[in-house]
Every structure is written in C-alpha cells, then in structure tokens.
C-alpha cells in the first residue's frame, strides 16, 4: 500500500522539526510557514517577494514545490530570473519543475539559449526539454527555425567525450519536438489556406 503524499503544511512541519532551532533554515521555512496560511493570491505575490532573498537551499526547494499547484503565471518569469542566478547553479532543476504546468511558448528562445549554455547533461537540461516539450506553440517560423539550428550546432561548452554525447542526444531530443510542432503547424496552416482540414496528433 502506497503511503500518502504529505500536504505543503504537513512538509513544512516536518522540515522546521528536522532544522536546527535558531538556524537560518528554521527562520526562513517559519517566514514561509506564515506566509502559506494567507490567501492564496496574496501568498504567492509574498513567496516570489521571498524566493531571491532566501539563502537555504530547502527552502527554495520547498517554495518551488508550492507554485507547482498554484496555476498562476506570475510565477513564470521570477522562476526564470531565478535559475540564471549564479547563486542558483546547483539547484537550477528547483525553478524549472513548476514551469512544466505552464505552457511556455513564448519564452523559446531563453529555455533554446539556457539549454545551449548549460554544460552538463544534467537534470537541469533533462527539466528544460520537459518544458518545451509542453509548450503548446505555434512557435514563430523564424524563431523556431533559429532554435532547431542553435540545438542541432555543436556544442560550444568543454566537456568530455561522452558528457558530450549525452548533451547532444539531449539537444536533440529539444530540436525534435520543436521540429515536429513547428511541421504540424506549418502543415496545418497550408491546409487551412486552401480550404481542406488536417488531423494534427
């Protein structure tokens, strides 16, 4: 038997047990304790006021785990900010998980560039296609044929032989979704043009 999710209230709980007393961790999942119990609009406008002072990496954590499930896009472009900050490098994944719930479309070209500039095929990069891949488009023709060339170009960044490897089997899977939705759009706006339909999967 599968054991419960615990809620946001109940992980906090159990995170402020576990942190230190006095701590700059124990402080800060307080603050955001606090913050939680507010309405909901308004405790989101108060995390993503939060989300760049905060120096615990959990509590980042936890901060992004509450704006999987709040459906709001103001959430978008603080989250973005967010993983481009160098105080943020080894927890960059934290920012992208919740943009998964968004559709994305019009930020493209940032999710194309920040994949290209990551050097490791970590889970970062893994995330980021994930977020392109729930994009629900169209995408702009010349910007979407920018990106497939910027994706499918070798990479840049130094890196070993099968580190590189694993980055452009992953750089390629990008380029593939985007070259697949762009193809059904263009396909569909043809059709469209000439008064037929099309079934687009």
């Not at 936890?62 to 900010?81: A, C, H, N, Q």
């Amino acid at each position: 038997m599968s054991k419960r999710r615990l809620t946001h209230r109940e992980q906090l709980r159990k995170m402020i047990k576990a942190a230190e007393p006095g701590s700059i961790l124990s402080n800060e999942l307080a603050a955001v304790q606090a913050i939680i119990l507010k309405p909901k609009y308004r405790a989101t406008t108060e995390l993503l006021n939060l989300l760049k002072p905060v120096l615990q990496q959990e509590t980042k954590w936890f901060i992004t785990t509450i704006f999987e499930s709040v459906r709001d896009e103001r959430i978008i472009r603080p989250l973005m900010r967010a993983m481009q900050a160098p105080e943020n490098t080894k927890c960059r994944s934290f920012f992208l998980w919740p943009l998964i719930k968004y559709d994305c479309t019009k930020h493209l070209k940032f999710f194309v560039n920040f994949i290209d500039k990551l050097d490791e095929p970590g889970e970062a990069m893994m995330v980021s296609i994930e977020v392109i891949r729930a994009m629900k488009g169209p995408f702009e023709p010349i910007l979407a044929r920018k990106s497939i060339r910027k994706l499918l170009a070798e990479t840049t960044v130094l890196m070993d032989a099968e580190t590189k490897m694993q980055t452009e089997a992953f750089r390629l899977e990008a380029a593939d979704f985007i070259m697949a939705k762009y193809f059904n759009q263009t396909r569909k706006a043809f059709w469209q043009e000439r008064g037929g339909s099309v079934i687009i999967f």
